[in-house]
């Protein structure tokens, strides 16, 4: 009896290693991609909200928007751009 709550036992051990391993690198997986969208979109909407103020403030319509918007792109993928970098 003892020796098959032992086995049992050692089943049970090496099925939660083998979960923790997976689940952790599908965690892992799920943050990088978060932290990539955040990086990308982040830079993007500030750049569409400044250049919406601006273009507010000294009654000018598109021309702010659309150099901030640019600015935001540009800045999201060098974001990315970094990051990427980095896991290297």
């Not at 003892?2 to 943050?31: A, G, P, Q, W």
């Not at 990539?36 to 000294?58: A, H, Q, R, V, Y």
């Amino acid at each position: 009896m003892k020796k098959n709550i032992s086995r049992l036992n050692e089943k049970i051990e090496r099925f939660e290693t083998k979960y923790r391993s997976k689940n952790k690198n599908k965690s892992s997986n799920i943050n990088i991609g978060l932290k990539f969208s955040l990086e990308l979109i982040s830079p993007i909407i500030m750049g569409i909200l400044i250049g919406i103020g601006c273009d507010k403030f000294f009654s000018t319509k598109p021309i702010f928007f659309l150099i901030f918007l640019l600015l935001g792109i540009i800045a999201g993928f060098w974001n990315i751009f970094k990051s990427v970098n980095r896991l290297k």
